[in-house]
């Protein structure tokens, strides 16, 4: 089983499931308001003036990515998910939302 992280690349369950294991993605997630997002197609690009960085998000990541209000935990982020995407039926999808939550703590786009 795989999962994406936010540049698209597949990763492994074990890895997923460590995002979520090891208190990494955030429970109450919260986007970082100074990043520019420019959308391009079904993608996007953040950028990150600050340490002059460019992130590409693939459909599923700026999905969440638009979700991450601090509001919402993983279990609201999956139904999102999944209303948007279907069921998707052989994905761990709460834990490809771990690992990309702890991915987008690690790159510094989470407040």
């Not at 700026?62 to 998707?88: H, M, P, S």
């Amino acid at each position: 089983m795989t999962g994406i992280d936010l540049s698209g690349t597949v990763v492994g369950h074990e890895q997923a499931q460590a995002g979520l294991m090891d208190g990494s993605a955030p429970a109450l997630p919260k986007a970082r308001k100074d990043l520019v997002l420019q959308e391009v197609g079904s993608e996007a690009f953040l950028y990150d003036k600050e340490g002059e960085l460019v992130h590409i998000l693939n459909v599923t990541a700026l999905e969440i990515w638009r979700a991450c209000d601090g509001r919402r935990d993983i279990a609201a982020l999956e139904a999102r998910i999944r209303e948007r995407f279907g069921e998707l039926d052989g994905h761990d999808v709460r834990a490809d939302i771990g690992l990309l939550l702890a991915e987008f703590r690690k790159r510094g786009l989470l407040e």
